[in-house]
């Protein structure tokens, strides 16, 4: 297989207006994704959304020049969440999902993500395919000028989005009596998660709702939950939902303002989903990051943890491959088998509110919280300009050091060293049941690192 090196864990990624991110290039990746999705004689169609950042209005013309120019129609649909692109790839019959975003990243980044003609997002073997078709002399893949491609907006997009996402909450069920505060990080969600949980009854006090281009995930949304906490307490809600800049993961903070992790979600939903027989193959899936303390309570109720490298797609092959309908990651992508193809935040909220109105009205902090975690500790080291992830975790000085450490976690701990697929950085994460020797731990291999990555 081709090595993918302008694809990431999670499709393209970068600095906008720096490569891989420019208007150019950004044009050759639409040629060869419409010419590798091209599959027949039929009038071929790409659906294009993209969250709120400035980029987004030089990088979509791009896109679409690109796959008109391959004889592709172009159907836009303006600011969606992630999970909304996938339901409309499939929903409309499209041969190609594209959405515009870098997730949780600052404004200036952007990047790019494609779902096939099912939903789902592309493999690393296809992502590679493409990436090669655009160093191979893209002018033969140009349509002749009878044979382009066309483009035209939808306008309703958003409306059926939202009405996709209602269907996830149980029938007869309605959220009258809820105060719930939602934090849309100025981002792809900020018109339609506020509609979806008041339009099924809830009080929402919203924030994060005014993009202006510049300020998604400025100091708001999943990343920086600090003012949904504030608002929780201040308002005396029942629940934070804070969304990423494109909304296909959630965190929460219960009626305290004290946070909720995607792990304790998934300790919710397999619950629930075991005990009315919904959990398909006695398993839930989720990532290496996860913590400990979700294991230990699966294997409690019977169930299996099954783990991945990081990244939501991963996940998703693994629940495809084992046939498993659960999985997600701690940082709050919730896939549900039968309610998507990826993470979606609004759509793990709902589930996280249901359980919640139906619980005999026990608050947030005593539903949500359905395991001990053990002591995790998460440190970034971020590498000098021009170093090597892969160069400084080969080093015999790094690799002596981490199977120290892994030795001492031995059967009571975990250690989990990777390099971040959207970053200059190696991430350090250590858990286990004391405390101050994860805080050690983490220390003397972040020293190690930093020492060797200068």
């Not at 990436?131 to 409306?159: F, T």
């Not at 998604?216 to 005396?236: D, F, K, Q, W």
């Not at 701690?330 to 996280?352: C, E, K, R």
């Amino acid at each position: 297989m081709t090595d993918r090196k302008m694809f990431g864990t999670d499709g393209v990624r970068g600095l906008a207006n720096t490569e891989p991110m420019t208007a150019e290039t950004v044009l050759r990746l639409g040629m060869a994704a419409g010419k590798r999705f091209t599959r027949g004689t039929h009038r071929h169609t790409v659906v294009i959304g993209k969250d709120t950042r400035l980029s987004g209005y030089m990088l979509e013309p791009a896109l679409v020049a690109g796959f008109v120019s391959v004889g592709m129609d172009v159907i836009l649909v303006g600011p969606i969440p992630t999970p909304g692109i996938a339901m409309l790839t499939r929903s409309m019959r499209c041969d190609l999902g594209v959405m515009l975003s870098a997730s949780h990243n600052p404004f200036q980044d952007n990047g790019i993500k494609l779902f096939g003609p099912d939903g789902y997002k592309l493999s690393d073997a296809l992502e590679a395919e493409i990436e090669a078709m655009m160093g191979n002399g893209l002018e033969s893949y140009r349509a002749p000028a009878h044979s382009l491609g066309r483009a035209k907006r939808l306008e309703d997009a958003q409306g059926r989005y939202i009405e996709y996402c209602k269907t996830a909450f149980p029938r007869g069920l309605r959220l009258d009596g809820l105060k719930i505060v939602v934090d849309c990080a100025n981002g792809a969600a900020y018109k339609v998660a506020p509609t979806v949980f008041w339009e099924l009854g809830a009080e929402v006090i919203k924030v994060g709702v005014e993009p202006d281009g510049f300020n998604i995930n400025r100091e708001c949304g999943s990343l920086h939950p600090e003012r949904m906490r504030e608002l929780v307490t201040a308002y005396r809600a029942h629940l934070g939902i804070a969304l990423d800049g494109d909304a296909d993961r959630v965190l929460f903070c219960d009626e305290k303002g004290d946070m909720i992790d995607g792990d304790q979600v998934l300790a919710l939903i397999a619950s629930h989903w075991r005990e009315t027989g919904q959990l398909q193959g006695g398993s839930v899936v989720s990532t290496v990051m996860s913590n400990l303390g979700l294991e230990r309570h699966l294997q409690s109720q019977g169930l299996n943890l099954i783990r991945t490298k990081v990244g939501d797609r991963y996940v998703v092959e693994q629940m495809r491959e084992g046939g498993f309908n659960l999985g997600g990651e701690q940082s709050g992508h919730i896939i549900m088998g039968q309610h998507g193809t990826t993470g979606d935040g609004i759509i793990a909220a709902l589930q996280v509110l249901a359980a919640l109105v139906t619980n005999d009205r026990k608050t947030a902090s005593e539903t949500l919280r359905v395991f001990q975690a053990v002591p995790q500790l998460l440190r970034n080291v971020r590498l000098a300009q021009g170093a090597s992830a892969d160069a400084v975790l080969g080093l015999d000085e790094v690799k002596a050091a981490i199977a120290a450490v892994q030795q001492r976690l031995n059967g009571h701990g975990r250690l989990v060293i990777r390099k971040s697929g959207t970053e200059p950085l190696i991430r350090i994460m250590a858990e286990g049941d004391d405390a101050q020797e994860v805080d050690t731990v983490v220390a003397e291999l972040a020293a190690v690192i930093t020492k060797a990555a200068a």
